[in-house]
């Protein structure tokens, strides 16, 4: 791998259970991105961790019938980031995933803070692009304590690329948020309203809203999920979903279309049982899992 924009990818690092296999149509990323958390910082040190809890985990999909042991992953290792430098970060993310993403390969970014995934849109074709984010916030604050490049407004930030967002998980809002969702048609589905509908009706409205995209990205903050099963975040937020009800959905909407997926904001320290890393794992394996399958069909 000698391209250019591959300048700052450190392929040494442990790799995801393992694995390194170069023909997978999966490419795990990890993005060590921890710069602007707000309150639990520590995210810096999630792939290693989620790299690790991989190792103990199945790696048959018993949800799709499929042995991802088989299809592995080909983890190209970390990239390497600039301790203070969120800009310059968000370009090297994007070099790297344009790489990958014009190989043809299914992305897997493991971060670090949310804020990478706007490096990560930045690198890829948007054409038709939408984008769901499992999350409690929504992160449509224009500018957070006068940052624009901030965890706190990074679905703000892909929204103004042209990427159409649907959040699923929303929760801990601000007004402001809400009236820019509302003003820009962005949906947003509480766990109250999933708890209600029901997963399969949740899904049917996601997928009916993303009818008409080209090419889909799933965005994981592990925030998404209730602080019981994921307490290792920066963020913590109660009343959340549980990873069953967002493993069917992911189930149902993940489709051919998907071109990538990122799992964010687990902080190893304060997850000193590591289960939020094992989750974050299998969340890993059960999207490849879907994607595989659908792309099988
Ligand atoms: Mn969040």
Do not use: W
């Amino acid at each position: 791998m000698s391209d250019g924009r591959l300048l700052y990818l450190n392929e040494n690092s442990r790799k995801f259970a393992g694995f390194n296999k170069e023909k997978s149509p999966f490419v795990i990323i990890g993005i060590p991105m921890d710069i602007t958390s707000s309150y639990r910082p520590g995210s810096r040190f999630a792939p290693s961790s989620i790299r690790e809890s991989a190792q103990y985990i199945e790696f048959y999909s018993i949800r799709n019938d499929v042995d991802m042991g088989e299809i592995g992953f080909n983890d190209v290792g970390d990239i390497i980031l600039h301790p203070s430098n969120v800009e310059e970060n968000l370009s090297r993310i994007s070099s790297v995933i344009s790489y990958f993403q014009e190989s043809g390969k299914i992305t897997i970014s493991i971060g670090g803070e949310h804020t990478i995934t706007a490096g990560i849109i930045k690198g890829t074709k948007r054409e038709g692009l939408c984008l769901v984010s499992f999350d409690a916030h929504l992160d449509l604050r224009d500018e957070y304590m006068g940052y624009r490049y901030d965890h706190a407004c990074v679905m703000r930030r892909i929204s103004e690329y042209g990427v159409k967002i649907i959040e699923v998980g929303t929760r801990a809002v601000s007004k402001e948020e809400i009236e820019y969702a509302k003003q820009k048609g962005i949906l947003f589905f509480t766990p109250q309203q999933i708890r209600l509908l029901g997963v399969k009706e949740t899904a049917r409205r996601i997928i009916t809203s993303t009818q008409e995209c080209k090419s889909l990205y799933i965005s994981v903050d592990m925030d998404g999920i209730d602080p019981a099963y994921a307490p290792g975040v920066a963020t913590p937020e109660p009343d959340g979903l549980d990873p069953t009800n967002l493993l069917d959905i992911i189930n149902l909407i993940a489709d051919k279309r998907v071109i990538g997926f990122d799992i964010v904001e687990v902080s190893p320290s304060y997850d000193t049982s590591g289960i939020t890393s094992v989750l974050a794992s299998r969340i890993i394996l059960e999207t490849a899992a879907t994607v595989y399958k659908a792309r099988s069909l």
